[in-house]
């Protein structure tokens, strides 16, 4: 596996290490866990535009009945 080094101001150190120690596990797997949400999580490049936007059927929402009649308060 990859190690990956990184330079960051001692307030930021500060903050990663509450946060790891708040989440139980090491700076290490703190970091390797948000880094992997911020990348991995991503929706691809596309997706909307090739999956999302592809919808060929008929419109899926149902006609829209009539309005009510409310009372005047």
Avoid: N
């Amino acid at each position: 596996m990859p190690q990956l080094h990184l330079y960051v101001s001692d307030e930021v150190a500060e903050r990663i290490r509450m946060r790891a120690r708040a989440k139980r596990v090491s700076v290490s797997q703190y970091l390797a866990d948000t880094i992997e949400q911020q990348v991995v999580s991503e929706w691809p490049e596309g997706f909307f535009s090739h999956v999302v936007g592809q919808w060929q059927g008929p419109p899926k929402r149902p006609p829209q009945g009539k309005f009510e009649a409310r009372e005047v308060f």
